[in-house]
């Protein structure tokens, strides 16, 4: 959960610039996204 807080706190961050490239936002739900596919993994193979 903390890391989901910090990645929206860092994206409104990110958002709040408007000349900022696309690669950026697109890294950043490749991580998230990178993340949650990880953990749901992890709690796979526990069970």
Do not use: C, W
Not at 18 to 44: F, H, M, N, S
């Amino acid at each position: 959960m903390l890391n989901l807080s910090l990645h929206l706190f860092l994206l409104s961050k990110i958002m709040a610039y408007d000349k900022i490239p696309l690669i950026i936002p697109i890294l950043a739900t490749g991580y998230v996204l990178t993340i949650y596919v990880l953990l749901r993994l992890a709690e796979r193979s526990q069970a």
